[in-house]
């Protein structure tokens, strides 16, 4: 190579035709078709000309007669058709040599403008022939098939990317978003890496979308779903992002009708024991659909006769059926402030395997008899038929407390009950706990509850003791279920009932994680020797699987194996978890966007926790916690301060706090 010689090399998959100024052992300064002075490596060159250029002319001279040369050659190129040759090479097995392929594309005489019109023709089409080192090797008919679907689903996402990006930027420069139809394909494309990142199987198609678009980042792409109205501004998005259920499928719904549709008289079953003549009640929350659970308490000459009944779900719901698989995948009915995935359809939730006043239902009943002191003598575990006569608030028991029977002597038993369990060590964390809703003008409304006032602690001891007993009959029969179990706390602040907020924050820290397994074991927290989930078949795949096991005991069905049991409980370990976490994580979002209207209001907070560079704190108003930055005054757990709401952020999960 010397001075003066045409040369033409690859750069952004274009092929750039340069004329060489200067060349020492290899490296070469070039001047190419664009003006441009370069340094390049002898071996980077595609194609190198016999041909000089006079190095002594202007620089412009020597790019005008660059771009002619390109021009030239260009025009040559466009008249080969690969294709054509491919079909008379193709069943060669030689390779062929650029002379050769020239000979093949041209007829003499062949300057080097033919033989780099040739690489020029083949660079930009390699759909027939693999060009490496100025060698041709004709590719088989199934490769060239390969490679034109590959051609063509290149082109289709290429297509697909435009459209997206062009979609965009439209839903951005119209005030009501896009009115062009999109592929739904775009929209899955996009919200899949919205809520998913990198780890989104469309990921690199997803950025090729944003790249093409105005967009400056993916976070932008939640106000693009907003606008063309394909999410709401207050979207759930952990739901998404956690893929949780929100819709049965149609076999569910056909097995539901069937259900529906079916009268089961259970009072032809021999093994119930019919109690509908038994005065029932429930006692629930003002808005509760699903009722799972109800008491009795009935005189006898002795003393009384305590009853814990819970719907017989599994009646219905049988393993492996549509609907209870689709419960396996939900494993809990999910509760938010504004929604409500109910793990099994809601006209078996809300109605026949609800405990609805005056309807009779199958159950399984604890009984137990107690003397007129109400002390335990003995109880019994039946399958039933029950039928409530009575269904009450949590307020309205409060004030029928002190007054009458039932409810008084129920809120003495459960006193009694929980004496007992705190004598045996139990750990009672008397927190209260804030309710989150919207109201129908899609106002914020909540309120602060008291978990120790007398009706809320009247069911929750009642159903503590009633999952303790069936824990117990379990095991009497060594029957595997879904028993709770914990150790002993790693350190007790204190014993009995304590109201002082920072001491059960700071005794919360200290319990053991609780276990979910298939063997009894001691529950140090409750205080109890074994305990079950049994009590919510309705909302709680835990519960429904442990009462299937009762019922085998019984004779109904065949019980699960301890094998099995610790598949399934497997299986939904992660679904039970998602379902935990979205309910905590819509409760925040909908306290900190009632917060969002609040700047510049002030709270009572207390100190939780002090790190170097923060403070945790607890809004008591909403049993909120949230970050403080530091100020000049020193701080410890325990201490009342007046914060201010400075900013808050629901979809971005931000509260930033200072002090008032």
Known sequence: MIKGNIVEYIEQQKIISAVILQENKGKLKLLNENNREVSFSEKRLSHISSVCLDTTLTRDSIVIRLKQLTQNRIKLSETINIEELWEILHEESDDIDISTMTLFCFDPPLTSDHEAAVIRAFFKDRLYFKFNNMIFAPYSSEQVETKKKQVKESQKKDLLIQKGADWINEVLNNKNGSCTQVDQKIIDILKSYYLFNNDSNSSQTAKSIIKKSVLNSPEQLFNIFVKSEIWDQNENIDLLALQIPTVFSESVYEQEKKLLDTKINFLDDPLRKDLTAVPLITIDGQSTLDFDDALSLENTETGYTLGIHIIDVDAYIKSND???LAARDRASSIYMPD?????IPPNLSEDLCSLKQGEIRPGISTIIKMSRFFEIQEYDIVPSIIKVHQQMSYTEANLLNGKNDP???LYKIATLLREKRLKAGAIQITLPEVNVWLEENQEIGYSKIDRENPSRMLVSEMMIFANSLMAEFLANHDMPAVFRSQAQPKQRLFKGIETSLILNFLQRKQLSRAIIGTDPEAHAGL????YATATSPIRRYHDLLTQRQIKAIFGYDKAYT????EEILQSISLAVANAGRVQWSRKRFWIIKYLEGKKGTA???????????HYNVLIKEFM??????????KLKPGDIIQVTIQHADARRDQLSLFFA
């Open 339 to 343: 929604d409500k995935l109910p793990m």
């Open 562 to 565: 301890k094998a099995e049991l």
């Open 624 to 633: 909120f916690e949230a970050k403080l930055p530091p100020s000049g005054v």
């Open 527 to 530: 205080g109890v020797k074994a």
């Open 407 to 409: 409810i008084t002597s």
């Open 603 to 613: 709270y009572e907070a207390m100190i939780l926790d002090c790190y170097r560079d």
């Open 322 to 324: 549509p609907i209870d």
